[in-house]
């Protein structure tokens, strides 16, 4: 969208308006605008947006026109959100990236299968009929599951990144993670990590030692849907693509000399061999802890929100059906009376 023009203005909707017309949403809608506003191709976010877009939103914004995915949106009584736009000869379209939704990583989390017996009494009930409708991701405990198999082109890897260099003096500071279901508490933990310097170095780990070390269907998000997320944060200027877990001589000089290797006030889980993924840093006297921004919003905690509210996103699966089979009719109606 930002590609089409010069300024992004981006309207988020309110929890309300989403329930009305959708159903529950995940993350509320705080942690929704922050989301946005951290997203380096964005200008301006217009909190609780109405879901029908009209003339005079746009207008009193002075945008030019309003850009959307290639698939339908509608209202709680089916009309399209973006008719009016569409009318006016101002609405424009980009392609949907298959495989990624909210729908398909509410479907990862549900098949979740670490700590059942912890969890006995919120998803024993979860079963494969229930979840039919939804994409899975594999694990040793869940062999009959499958991956997500997207896969960035170098050409988007490109468009993520923005190849910026540190100056001359500029202070590297090096932060690592998994960044799973990239949140906002991910985003103002490298917020804080950027104040400590002038230059942000990202290592995200990759699949296989995530789920080693955290087991169960982690990471939720493959590698490149995660390095992805973390280049699109307006505070990140650079990204190792599967950095090591632990932070080794490699990492503070290869890419760049790191000056400053940040962590959460939370302990770290040890490394396969035991030992502390920060010894070498902590050594060196470069090591340096960030007050965690949120103890509410974590990756484990988004999960837990999905698997509490299971039955209200399996009724917005069942709506989401119902809009799949009204393109499909639209598409026949058009093809008939182009057939005419």
């Given at each position: 969208?930002k590609?089409?023009?010069d300024?992004l203005?981006v309207?988020?909707?309110s929890?309300?308006?989403?329930e009305?017309?959708?159903?529950?949403?995940v993350m509320?809608?705080?942690?929704?605008y922050?989301?946005?506003a951290?997203c380096?191709?964005?200008?301006?976010?217009v909190?609780?947006?109405?879901?029908?877009?009209?003339?005079?939103?746009m207008d009193?914004?002075?945008?030019?026109f309003?850009?959307?995915?290639?698939d339908?949106?509608?209202?709680c009584?089916?009309?399209d959100?973006?008719q009016?736009v569409?009318d006016?000869?101002?609405y424009?379209?980009?392609?949907?990236t298959i495989?990624?939704?909210?729908?398909?990583?509410v479907?990862?989390?549900?098949l979740?299968?670490r700590?059942?017996?912890?969890?006995?009494s919120?998803?024993a009930?979860?079963?494969n009929?229930d979840?039919?409708?939804?994409?899975s991701?594999p694990?040793k405990q869940?062999?009959?599951?499958k991956?997500?198999?997207?896969l960035?082109?170098s050409r988007?890897?490109v468009q993520?990144?923005?190849g910026?260099e540190?100056?001359?003096?500029?202070?590297?500071?090096?932060v690592?993670g998994t960044?799973?279901l990239?949140?906002v508490?991910?985003?103002?933990?490298?917020k804080?990590?950027?104040?400590l310097g002038?230059y942000?170095l990202?290592?995200?780990h990759?699949?296989q030692?995530?789920?080693?070390?955290?087991?169960?269907?982690?990471?939720?998000?493959?590698l490149?849907?995660r390095v992805?997320?973390?280049l699109?944060?307006?505070?990140?200027?650079?990204?190792?693509i599967g950095?090591?877990?632990s932070?080794?001589?490699?990492v503070?000089?290869q890419?760049?000399k790191?000056d400053?290797?940040?962590?959460?006030?939370?302990p770290?889980?040890?490394?396969?061999?035991?030992?502390?993924?920060?010894?070498?840093?902590?050594q060196k006297?470069i090591?340096?802890e960030i007050?965690?921004?949120?103890?509410?919003l974590t990756t484990?905690?988004i999960v837990d929100?999905?698997?509490k509210?299971?039955?209200?996103?399996?009724e917005?699966?069942?709506r989401?059906?119902?809009k799949?089979?009204?393109?499909?009719?639209?598409?026949?109606?058009?093809l008939?009376?182009?057939?005419?």
């Open positions: 969208a590609a089409m023009g300024y203005v309207g988020v909707h929890d309300a308006e989403i009305k017309h959708k159903g529950p949403t509320k809608e705080e942690e929704r922050a989301a946005v951290a380096k191709w964005v200008d301006h976010v909190p609780n947006a109405p879901y029908f877009t009209s003339l005079e939103v009193s914004y002075s945008c030019d309003c850009v959307h995915g290639d339908i949106t509608t209202l009584d089916g009309t959100c973006y009016a569409k006016a000869g101002r424009r379209e980009c392609k949907r495989g990624i939704s909210t729908t398909e990583l479907g990862r989390m549900l979740m299968t700590d059942h017996h912890k969890r006995k919120s998803i009930s979860i079963n009929e979840l039919s409708t939804f994409s991701s694990s869940s062999p009959e599951t991956i997500s198999h997207f960035p082109t988007r890897i993520f990144s923005e910026k540190p100056n001359p003096g500029d202070k590297v500071v090096y690592d960044f799973d990239f949140h508490g991910h985003i103002e933990f490298l804080r990590a950027k104040a002038d942000l990202v290592g995200v990759e699949d030692i995530v789920n080693a070390i955290k087991g169960s269907n982690y990471p939720l998000m493959n490149h849907e992805l997320s973390v699109a944060c307006r505070y990140v200027d650079e990204v190792i950095a090591p877990y932070v080794d001589n490699n503070l000089s890419v760049y790191v400053i290797v940040a962590h959460g006030n939370t770290s889980l040890p490394d396969l061999n035991d030992k502390d993924p920060y010894e070498i840093p902590k006297g090591y340096v007050e965690n921004p949120s103890a509410e484990a905690g929100r999905i698997i509210h299971r039955i209200r996103y399996e917005r699966q069942a989401k059906n119902e799949s089979q009204l393109e499909e009719k639209l598409e026949e109606e058009k008939k009376t182009n057939l005419i």
